[in-house]
């Protein structure tokens, strides 16, 4: 088991590398959108499969994370990797903070409806105030660059910034899974009250927890604009938030591997029902053969697609 | 602000309020009781708005018939519902609850497309309710808002009495403190969820109809609503419908006086006032479950 | 020397009193057992003295400062631990998982996330030292899901241990256990004694009688006696209430 954890990611990253060799241009957009949104679900991981903190509000920090970039950005002029990323990642992490202290005090299903409340908070910031650029969003001009080597513009630039962000992201993850916070995190998941009863200050781990999901969150939030080259409200919307929590389940929760893999699956489940040479005129559709999927597959796979050899070995014998 | 205004204002306050007491009393009976959190709660507002617009030809002149079919229509749909999906969901963890439900509302969303359409539409306020009152000399108020908050008062009162002097409102409020214990006393736990469940249905749905002759009728209705239907469930604690009553008019009133005060920023004004609750009584202000 | 105290701890709930007017006091190198009915208000006691729910009257004393309004958390870094009647131990880590984990909390350093937590030089030995006081240490790699029911209330004390306590609260420590099994517990629980403060909540009279210094009787919150074992065996009130006439 510990080989296939670090085997497999191993080998997907470097067949990655070699990605911009062998893909067509869209499929490199695809790709690159694939990874965008592993970093989106491995930070909702962090939270749900690590920490057992199920929030329906993440595409907040998410959201956050684009918009800073774009209003960061210089109107004429490249933006610096250097300040950008680090501004959007600080900012998520900031409403993090701010967030996480106000709910993380509340259980069960009081969380899960204030994280998403506040997510819809942020969500009309940006919709409604002067502060987005209303319902339309705004655009990013110029694509931010990092002094002469890295330029995002350049679609090769931005899918081996993505990958590096991947994989650091999953290698942090990986590290944190197997530390003493990872294990607090761990033990708090499981049974947050025997945590305490050894003397645990939980709430400390859980809003540590919450504020590195964030700023992570922020990061996949910076890629998004930087690829995209614009931002809308609808990047902080609950179907948003709901998107990337199905993502996680999809994959297998519980496993870093599963983040990536739930990421793919959507985002490719989602191309092709919404594609006429697929699906026909069901694609008009899609969000139908979507949810009635989604149900069928919860019902039938509660462990994700990471659950599904076992389940097939089981159905054999 | 002069006094007429300022008395449209918390008219408009109430009647908001009240409506949300329709939705939020049916979600939080449905997650006290069973224990399930469903997102597709707003759903069942848009249902009932589309349920007007579509039913609204068939019975010109008779708005409370229309009123009545909607609900027992709405009540069977959910009787149905609980028994072919909903049932199932009761043993699962929250997450999964989550995701199915949230699955509930595309299917709901696109059924909705391919069997009306994704226009926005207008419901007409029948003749017997159109036009206004006068409210000191200059303003008026529209008499179909004073109908809604009135309905809406009726029905609460209706629910107080089923809650409090029935004995299906016996079992409701020990279902709501205690799940468990219920099931122990060995009643019959289905029947009891099937039921809630419709109540709770026919409640959003008739909150739906009421509603639509004063806002348009339109595709994303129900999750706007769902979210504010949070808001005050939290704020006025889970399981608790005096609450859910409580907190639906603190809502309303912050809402409609935001919008006023504050124009742009008035979208936060509710979930603001939701942070400083969460500060102050995390269980909500009411809640049926005590430490 | 008197560890902890209990000062007239109340707890309502409601209109019902739950636990009335209670005081106790635990003693290092002493066995204090607390009997009663069910529903006597034992498990509540014992929540409240570890803070895990708040008392609504009375003190709780720890080494003579009050340590009412302090949260569990930090009571349990204090030195107050306690197992739980219904198992809590984590079933899918290791049973040496388990206990270093128990240990981390009072050797926390979050910030380090270089280095393996199952590496840790200060944690596992501790967790170590735990299985080894209660004869688990043979089984240390093992899923905690996977040991005997007998095992697994042994871990649930491992676990306390491995906080290193000065006082142990332990709720019903024999439940669910066989002959043989109780017999183990037993003899572990007198070896506890040395060093520890110990509140033993059980219903096993025979166990009581054999390893306790001190009995206290609850009945419907409240206490009918306090003394020694031989004393309590021929108290009138206790027979009728909780014995049993009869009762050797």
Redesign the interface.
């Known amino acids: 088991m510990k080989a296939r954890e670090t085997i497999v990611p191993l080998f997907a990253a470097l067949l990655l590398a070699a990605g911009p060799l062998f893909l067509t241009n869209y499929q490199q957009d695809l790709v690159v959108k694939v990874m965008v949104l592993s970093v989106f679900a491995l930070s909702l991981e962090l939270l749900?499969g690590m920490t057992g903190l199920?929030s329906?509000g993440h595409a907040a920090f998410f959201g956050i994370g684009a918009y800073v970039t774009v209003l960061a950005s210089p109107e004429y002029d490249p933006g610096s990797v250097a300040v950008l990323l680090p501004l959007a990642m600080a900012a998520a992490a900031a409403y993090a903070l701010v967030v996480g202290a106000?709910?993380l005090?509340?259980r069960?299903?009081?969380f899960?409806?204030?994280t998403?409340?506040?997510a819809?908070?942020a969500y009309?910031?940006f919709?409604?105030?002067?502060v987005g650029g209303g319902s339309d969003g705004i655009f990013l001009n110029i694509r931010p660059t990092l002094g002469n080597w890295l330029d995002l513009a350049s679609r090769v630039h931005m899918f081996y910034a993505a990958l590096v962000a991947l994989v650091a992201t999953y290698g942090f993850l990986a590290?944190?899974r197997?530390?003493?916070?990872?294990?607090?995190l761990?033990?708090i998941r499981?049974?947050e009250?025997?945590?305490?009863?050894?003397?645990?200050?939980?709430f400390g781990?859980k809003l540590?927890a919450f504020t590195l999901a964030g700023a992570l969150a922020g990061l996949a939030g910076f890629l998004m604009a930087a690829n995209d080259a614009a931002v809308n409200p609808e990047l902080l919307s609950?179907h948003e938030s709901?998107a990337v929590?199905?993502m996680i389940?999809l994959g297998g929760?519980g496993h870093l591997r599963g983040a990536v893999l739930g990421a793919a699956a959507f985002t490719l489940l989602k191309d092709a029902l919404s594609n006429h040479g697929i699906v026909g005129a069901a694609a008009d559709?899609w969000?139908?053969t979507?949810?009635?999927t989604?149900?069928v597959f919860?019902?039938l796979l509660?462990q994700g697609l990471i659950g599904l050899p076992a389940r097939l070995a089981r159905a054999r014998s | 602000m002069d006094f007429a205004t300022f008395l449209v204002q918390c008219l408009n306050a109430v009647q908001y309020g009240l409506l949300l007491f329709l939705l939020a009393s049916g979600l939080t009976l449905i997650?006290g009781i069973m224990g399930v959190?469903n997102?597709a709660h707003g759903s069942f507002y848009m249902i009932g708005a589309y349920m007007a617009f579509v039913l609204a030809p068939y019975f010109a002149g008779q708005f409370l018939l229309m009123l009545l079919v909607g609900v027992v229509l709405s009540a069977i749909f959910g009787y149905v519902l609980e028994w072919a999906f909903f049932s199932?969901l009761y043993q699962r963890e929250?997450?999964?609850q989550?995701?199915?439900t949230?699955?509930?509302?595309?299917?709901f969303?696109?059924?909705r497309?391919?069997a009306v359409g994704n226009d926005v539409h207008g419901v007409s306020v029948p003749a017997w309710l159109s036009g206004s009152v006068p409210l000191g000399e200059l303003m008026t108020y529209p008499v179909y808002r004073l109908f809604a908050s009135a309905a809406c008062i009726v029905i609460a009162l209706a629910m107080y009495w089923v809650v409090n002097r029935t004995r299906l409102g016996m079992m409701i409020r020990a279902g709501a403190s205690n799940r468990d214990m219920v099931r122990g006393l060995g009643i019959d736990i289905r029947h009891l969820y099937r039921v809630v469940f419709a109540g709770g249905v026919a409640l959003a749905a008739l909150a739906g109809m009421i509603a639509a002759p004063m806002s348009s009728v339109y595709p994303g209705m129900g999750?706007s609503v769902l979210?504010i239907c949070?808001?005050v469930?939290?704020i006025g604690g889970?399981g608790s419908i005096t609450g859910a009553l409580v907190a639906s008019l603190l809502v309303g009133f912050v809402d409609t006086f935001g919008k006023v005060f504050f124009a742009?920023?008035?979208?936060?004004g509710i979930?603001?006032l939701?942070?400083v609750i969460?500060?102050w009584r995390?269980?909500?202000l009411l809640s049926a479950r005590r430490a | 020397m008197t560890l902890l105290s209990a000062r007239s701890l109340t707890r309502r709930f409601g209109g019902l009193t739950a636990v009335g007017d209670v005081s106790l006091d635990l003693a290092v190198g002493e066995i204090h057992a607390v009997i009663g009915t069910n529903g006597a208000g034992k498990s509540t006691l014992v929540n409240m003295l570890?803070g895990?729910i708040a008392s609504s009257a009375g003190q709780v004393l720890l080494d003579g400062a009050d340590v009412t309004p302090w949260?569990?958390?930090?009571r349990?870094?204090a030195g107050i631990?306690?197992t739980?009647q219904r198992t809590?131990i984590?079933p899918?880590?290791t049973v040496l998982?388990n206990c270093r984990?128990?240990a981390?909390?009072?050797h926390?350093?979050?910030?380090?996330?270089?280095?393996?937590?199952?590496g840790?030089r200060v944690?596992v030995p501790i967790a170590q030292r735990a299985l080894e006081a209660v004869g688990l240490s043979s089984s240390a790699q093992r899923a905690a899901g996977t040991l005997s029911h007998g095992a697994q209330r042994q871990l649930e004390i491992a676990?306390c241990l491995?906080?290193e306590p000065r006082v142990l609260l332990l709720d019903e420590p024999l439940a669910g256990m066989g002959a043989e099994e109780s017999e183990r517990m037993l003899a572990l629980l007198l070896a506890l004694k040395e060093g520890h403060a110990v509140l033993l909540v059980e219903h096993d009279m025979d166990a009581v009688f054999r390893v306790a210094d001190r009995i206290t009787v609850m009945v419907d919150g409240g206490v009918i006696a306090s003394d020694t074992p031989a004393r309590i065996r021929d108290d009138a009130q206790v027979r009728v209430a909780y014995l049993g006439e009869g009762h050797a």
């Open positions: 749900v199920v329906l106000l709910t005090r509340t069960g299903v009081y899960i409806m204030v998403l409340a506040f819809q908070m009309f910031v919709h409604d105030t002067k590290l944190v197997r530390s003493r916070f990872g294990h607090a761990a033990g499981v049974n009250q025997r945590m305490r009863a050894a003397g645990f200050r939980t781990y540590a609950w709901g929590l199905l389940i929760l559709h969000q139908l979507l949810g009635v989604i149900i919860v019902a509660p | 997650f959190i997102l199932y929250h997450l999964q989550v995701l199915m949230w699955a509930l509302i595309l299917v969303e696109e059924v497309s391919l999750g979210i949070f808001v469930v939290v889970i742009e920023y008035s979208g936060i979930y603001l939701m942070a969460l500060v995390p269980e909500g | 570890s895990e949260s569990q958390p930090r349990a870094r631990g306690r739980y809590t984590f899918s880590f998982e984990l128990a981390q909390a009072a926390e350093r979050p910030l380090s996330i270089w280095e393996r937590a199952s840790c944690t676990m491995a906080t």
